[in-house]
């Protein structure tokens, strides 16, 4: 079992930034695939970023967004740059089974567990 927590959102003008955390608990959080997902109003959870020992970006945020993690502090972190109105969403951790050696999975159903989210809203 693994606990997800979400912080770091807030309000924020175009072009600006936000790093987001999610700390987790367990002390097998080495072995998980992380990742970031994103949930617009009246719109489908999406991906973002996801880390196992390599990284995968949606398009939209590809060269904008960094996901990193930090294993000896349980914690996965996205660092949002030159943000825009449409990265306004709540924004999910979360954590999966996978191999580590390989791409991380950008599908929804492969992540096992889910944090509460972080609000995240950008002003034009």
């Known amino acids: 079992q693994v606990q997800l927590v979400e912080s770091g959102g807030g309000l924020v003008q175009a072009g600006g930034s936000l790093r987001l955390s999610c700390a987790a608990s367990?002390?097998?959080?080495?072995?998980?695939?992380m990742g970031w997902f994103r949930q617009a109003p009246g719109k489908e959870r999406e991906f973002v970023a996801a880390?196992?020992?390599?990284?995968r970006y949606a398009d939209s945020v590809k060269g904008r967004f960094t996901i990193s993690r930090d294993n000896a502090k349980n914690t996965v972190y996205l660092q949002m740059n030159s943000l825009k109105p449409e990265d306004t969403a709540i924004y999910y951790c979360?954590?999966?089974?996978?191999?580590?050696?390989?791409?991380?999975?950008?599908?929804?159903?492969?992540?096992?567990?889910w944090g509460q989210g972080t609000q995240v809203t950008v002003s034009s």
């Open positions: 880390i196992t020992w390599s990284t």
């Open positions: 367990g002390p097998t959080f080495s072995s998980y695939v």
């Open positions: 979360a954590a999966g089974s996978g191999p580590l050696a390989s791409m991380p999975s950008s599908l929804l159903s492969r992540y096992k567990y």
